[in-house]
DNA sequence: TGCGTTTTCTACACGGCGTTCAGATTTCAT
DNA sequence: ATGAAATCTGAACGCCGTGTAGAAAACGCA
C-alpha cells in the first residue's frame, strides 16, 4: 500500500528530501511520456517503456499515478494548458480593441500550435491512447473552460458589431453547461446567451480544418492548407461584422 | 504459405465451395470487427477477438488478412463508403436546383450519421486503433475523394452566387492534388479552383462541430448541440450568397 | 543514535494483444 | 486417385497494463 498523497501540505520551506525526489522523478515520468507521445504518437505512451528508459521496473510508476489512465488524464492536462498558454501567449501583444486581429492571430495560433504538437493536439481531442477512459466531467475540465473562455472573450470584444448578424435564433442560459454559463457571466457580464453559441461555432470551426490537417485528411487534397484557412479565418471574422486586417 | 488472391477470376459461374466458404468467412470477420467497434471502441478490434467469437484461433485470420492492419485498411473503406452512401441517399430526393438546401440536408445528413456512428467516424477521422499506421496514400483514398467530390459538387451548384463571395484570394488548379482536381475537371468543368478551395473550408466548417461533439466536448458546453449546429450551416449557406431554406 | 514507519522499487505472475511457424486437415484441379 | 493449395490448430515470442509480496531505502521521532 502506497500513500499517493505523500506530499500533503507543503508549509516546510525546505520541503524533504523524498518530496524533492518525488516532484522530481514525476516531472521525468511525464516527460519521457510526452517524449515518447511527440516520437511515436499518443498510443506509445506505455508504463513498460517509460520505466525502461528510466532504468525502473513498470510497477514503481505506481508509486507515481495509481494507474495508466491518471498518468494520461494529468498529461492531458498538461498539453491542453500548454495550448491555452500558447494562444494566450500569442493573443497577448494584440489590442484588446483590435478584435478583428485578434480573431486572426487566436486562429493561427491555434493551427501552429496543432501542427507544431501534433500527437499533443491528438492526445486532447482524440482517442489515441488504447483503452483509455476518461474520467466523469471529461480529460480535462479546467483547461477545455478556459479555452472556451477565450474564444467567448473574442466574442464579447466583438459583440457591439456581431450582435446584429446573430439574429437568427435565440438562446437561452440554460441551453449551456452551468461551469461555462458561470465564467462567461463572470467574465463578460455583457454577453448574451447568443454570444456563447456563436463562440462555440467558432471553436468548432477551426477545429474542423486543424483537425482535419492534423490526422492528413488534407495533405491528398491540397498542397498547402494554411491559405484556405486563412481563408476561412478572413471568412469568418467577415461573417460576424468585423472588417478583417490587411 | 497462404496465396490470399484465391478467388483470382470470378468467370466461373458457380464459384468453388472454397470460394463461397471464404467469402462468407471474410464476410463474417469484418462484420463481427464491426461489431466490437461499435461496441468498445474502434481500439476493440482485435484478431483474439473476433477469432474467438467465430470459434476459430487467432492465427486463422491470416488465412484472410496479411495484417490486422490490412483488416482496419478494409474496414475504414467500408465503412467511409457507407458514409457517402448515407449522405448521397440523404441528398437524392433534393432537386439539383435548390443549392441551398441540398447543402442543409448534406450538412445534416452527415452529422446524424456521425451520431449514429461514432465508432465508425472515430475510425475514419481519427487515431483510435492502437497501432495501425495507414498505407502509403491514406487509408481510404476512393472514399474520400468521392466525399470530397459530393461536397465540391454542391459548391457547384451554388457557384453562380458564391463566386462573388470567393474574390478573396485566387487558388490555381496546381495548388491541388491531382487526382481531386482531375475528379473535379471531369465533373464539373465550370468550376474554377476556388470553388474547390471553398469545398474543402465548408467540408472543414462541418468536420468541426460534428467531431468535437463525437468526442464529447461539447456535451459539456452545450446540452444540444444541434441547433448551434443547424446555425453554423444557415450561416454557412448565408456565407456563399445563398438564402437558406424555412 | 537507533527504531519503527512509510515510501519506493524489484521480481514475478496473470491475462491480454499481434504475429509467426510447423504440422494436421480439408478442398480442389487434374 | 494423386498432388498441390488453402485452411486451421496449437504453441511460441515479445509486447502490454495490472496486481502482489517482499526487499531496500529514506524518513521522523525518541
Chains 1, 2 share one sequence.
Request: glycine share 8%; hydrophobic share 45%; with cysteine.
Amino acid at each position: 500500500m502506497c500513500k499517493l498523497s505523500s506530499v500533503r501540505d507543503q508549509r516546510q520551506q525546505p520541503p524533504t528530501r523524498r518530496a524533492r525526489l518525488r516532484a522530481e522523478t514525476t516531472r521525468e515520468i511525464k516527460a519521457i511520456a510526452l517524449d515518447h507521445a511527440a516520437a511515436g504518437g499518443p498510443d506509445a505512451i506505455s508504463l513498460r517503456a517509460i520505466a525502461r528508459d528510466m532504468g525502473m521496473t513498470a510497477g514503481a510508476i505506481y508509486s507515481y499515478f495509481p494507474t495508466r489512465d491518471d498518468l494520461v488524464t494529468t498529461l492531458i492536462n498538461e498539453v491542453y494548458e500548454a495550448l491555452t498558454e500558447a494562444v494566450s501567449a500569442a493573443l497577448a501583444p494584440v489590442p484588446p480593441e483590435d478584435a478583428a486581429r485578434r480573431i486572426l492571430v487566436w486562429g493561427e495560433a491555434f493551427r501552429a500550435w496543432a501542427l507544431a504538437n501534433p500527437a499533443g493536439f491528438k492526445l486532447i481531442y482524440g482517442d489515441a491512447v488504447s483503452g483509455y477512459r476518461a474520467p466523469e466531467g471529461g480529460a480535462a475540465p479546467e483547461p477545455e473552460h478556459r479555452a472556451c473562455t477565450i474564444v467567448t472573450g473574442l466574442v464579447a470584444a466583438a459583440w457591439p458589431e456581431a450582435a446584429p448578424t446573430q439574429s437568427g435564433r435565440t438562446y437561452e442560459w440554460s441551453d449551456f453547461g452551468a461551469a461555462l454559463v458561470a465564467a462567461v457571466r463572470r467574465e463578460y457580464p455583457e454577453l448574451p446567451p447568443a454570444g456563447v453559441a456563436l463562440a462555440l461555432r467558432m471553436w468548432g470551426r477551426t477545429h474542423g480544418l486543424v483537425s482535419l490537417e492534423v490526422y492528413g485528411h488534407l495533405g491528398a487534397m491540397v498542397h498547402d492548407p494554411a491559405p484556405v484557412y486563412r481563408a476561412e479565418l478572413l471568412d469568418m471574422i467577415r461573417s460576424i461584422g468585423l472588417t478583417p486586417p490587411e
